[in-house]
């Protein structure tokens, strides 16, 4: 039996609810955690700690800051009272010329067409997280949007929109907001350049703000924001309709009688509504975490603190870190908040649970979110993130192709992204997937998005796939544009003075930007001043190839393709060749000439030819690419390619589901950075390993993954559309490797809660391969009579994993943070026999 938060305990589907006045010690059996079985809980009636860092007082606040957030939704101005610092306050931008100057706001031009542009007021709240802007629209004259569904934003006239319907020389003056979730983004225009600059500046600062705020402080903010939306005649009061109507908001379902005995106790007032205090109590009440309690007591030895020699025992105990002292030290004065027991250098239960939520107690180890690998290996020993038609922001047959897909694909992390270029009507060479009704877009325009996008959130280089169908004057325009935007980051001579013999490495090549496509001569031909003719005939890309055979019928299949020097002379480390066996490349194949392999080919060659498969990439660069036949843009399986050691395994980025969680949580490492070193046994040309059929061999290190599934917290409503639709959860965990290793085991469902369900189930996992297997946590909203659907999902190498207790953040099907959302999960990897 558990003890739940609001002092009710669940016995047989009846409540029984202490007494406020009950003092007296509640002794009560819980799953075990931490070694614990028979736990003392006080009464929650006597917990009055409040687990909110950003406001000392908050106690004597809240009412204040649901005053704030009711006004900010509303675009009222601020009361002479409310001035608390609230969670989500702008920490470290007190002062801010480009934040005071959002805060008095001002008037921009929205841009939907050349003949749609109007002028509207827009104004950030004094919450500092909600942006009101003035609307025509009769019965929505203000709307607001919060600043944490912002994605990015764009200075200049870089969206499509932007480019169409307004003249080059308001560039300065343009910039785009886009929003997470594929939201419709929003063009503007500012008054004068300066403007433009001091939106994107102030609102950048506040976008990064929020990113940086802990997992507690953005709780609270989704705690008050549904507490606003239940105040449905805004008094600032919670009468008990709208308290069940918040329960319902926050995913949690009671029957009445529960609802009214706890509104009860927390009328002290007798006055048949809740405010101030009375919906402190509540809160209180309503966010307990019993299982960090269970925690915290059982190591806290010292007055009901930690001292830093318990947090050290709790680290080596229950964490399995290899550190001492020093480092427990280190946590205390990062995280404590009380400065009387951090001059102690004691822990407080406050501190404790700062502590798991932020990177330290994490799922992922926070070592490896920056760049920890070794990069100066050879390109070819790393794992390459990797876009296919990267140009398309739907299916490929008559989908829209944008700068925009570039952009949002670089920003994730892809380092290799494809460009299929055909001749346009205006002279000006275009990419869309051809024989299609796909859109078209400028190959300049492209070139100019990832000059612009490429190296903001990794620094390592990028490569340019082309998949070239144009005519050779158009080609030679290709190599003009990328010579003249690209400039000096363009590698156009090899990085050493002489003949190379392997890759550079991902370290050498910072910044810089690698073609891949077809050649006309060998490399040595650059040393030996060998020049090719001006223009002359190579084998079409392998891909473009395959594309017709899956039913584009409109031309002929042709072998031979006219290149222009031009082109040709820009390819040097990527030369594009046809893949003729694995003892032809062995043979007669440079390490520099790469090929690319449809999905079906790749897979039966790592069934049939597993280790031919992986020598062949320890020195040689290979790219897979989904069937043509898959017309929706869907995606294959990852994990088989990565483990014969391919490197530029190619999917869709626009498409949502487990390949693109896979590949998410392959480069969530080494910082994000789009390269992954391989293992040793990938790269060491002695390797034997078989990954279908393993032996023995340093690959083989056998582990048992233990999983405990504890709780979650503050799941999103699935379908927001039914308003009393509460999520059923259960969560699912797969290990992905080998196929000796790829297994997946769930919970059970827990029936309308997705406020704080609790499961402590446990599941083990054998793991052979480690370096190869990826770790998948799920969430999904149960459903008996069709297809569940998806609540949060996050993945990671089991490398990566911390053991002991952790938080596991939760992510939407496009990769983005539920800010509100997360798992606690216990881990533990160790050795097996």
Known sequence: MRVLPCCARLTSHSWHTCSPDDNSIERSRVPCIGGVTQVNLRSVWNHSELFILITPDFASSVRGVWRRERRSAHGDPEGPNDTMDTPGSTHGLEGDGDLKFLLTGGTLVKVRSTSWQKSRYYKLQEDCKTMWHESRRTFKPKQTFSVEDIESLRHGRLSEGLQKYTHPSAEDRCFSILFKDHHKHLDLMAASAEDARRWVSGLEKLVSNMRSLSRQTKSEHWIFNCMRKADKNEDNKMTLKELKHFL??????????????????????????????????????????????????????????????????????????????????????????????????????????????????????????????????????????????????????????????????????????????????????????????????????????????????????????????????????????????????????????????????????????????????????????????????????????????????????KAKIQLAKELSDMVLYCRSVHFGGFEHAKDSQAFYEMSSLKESKAFSLADTSGPAFLHHNMDKLTRIYPAGSRTDSSNYNPVPMWNTGCQIVALNFQTTGKEMDLNQGRFLANGGCGYALKPEFQRDPSSQMNPSSLSKGPWLQKKMFHVMVISAQQLPKVNKEKHKSIVDPLVRVEVCGVDADNASKETNHIENNGFNPMWNESFRFLVHVPELAMVRFLVEDYDSTSQNDLVGQYCLPMTSVQNGYRHVPLLTKRGDVISSAGLFVHLMLLDTK
Not at 405 to 432: F, T
Not at 507 to 533: H, T
Request: negative net charge; charged residues 25%.
């Open 248 to 557: 319902r908001q926050i995913n949690v379902e009671v029957d009445d009688t529960y609802a009214e005995e706890l509104f009860k106790k927390c009328d002290k007032s007798k006055s048949g509504s809740l405010e101030g205090p009375e919906i402190k109590h509540y809160y209180d009440l309503l966010t307990h975490r019993e299982e960090i309690d269970v925690m915290f007591k059982k190591y806290a030895n010292s007055e009901g603190h930690m001292s830093a020699r318990d947090l050290l025992t709790f680290l080596l105990t229950e964490q399995r870190e290899q550190v001492g002292l020093g480092h427990a030290v280190t946590l205390i004065n990062k995280y404590e908040m009380d400065e009387t027991a951090k001059q102690t250098q004691h822990m407080t239960k406050d501190g404790f649970l700062m502590y798991m939520h932020h990177e330290d107690g994490a799922v992922l180890n926070p070592a490896h979110s920056a760049v920890h690998q070794d990069m100066g290996q050879p390109l070819n020993h790393y794992y390459i993130s990797s876009s296919h038609n990267t140009y398309l922001t739907a299916d490929q047959l008559k989908g829209p192709s944008s700068t925009e897909a570039y952009i949002r694909a670089l920003m994730k992390g892809c380092r290799c992204v494809e460009l299929d270029c055909w001749d346009g009507s205006s002279g000006e060479p275009v990419i869309y997937h051809g024989y299609t009704l796909t859109s078209k877009v400028l190959f300049r325009d492209v070139i100019k998005a990832i000059k612009d996008y490429a190296f903001k959130t990794s620094e390592y280089p990028v490569i340019l796939s082309l998949e070239n169908h144009c005519t050779v004057p158009q080609q030679k325009l290709m190599a003009h544009h990328m010579a003249s935007i690209l400039g000096e980051a363009l590698v156009t001579t090899p990085v050493s003075s002489t003949m190379p013999t392997r890759f550079p490495s991902p370290e050498e090549l910072k910044g810089k930007f690698l073609i891949k496509g077809k050649r006309l001569n060998k490399l040595n031909a650059v040393f030996s001043n060998n020049n090719s003719a001006e223009v002359d005939s190579v084998s079409e890309e392998d891909e473009a190839g395959d594309s017709k055979e899956n039913g584009d019928k409109a031309k002929p299949k």
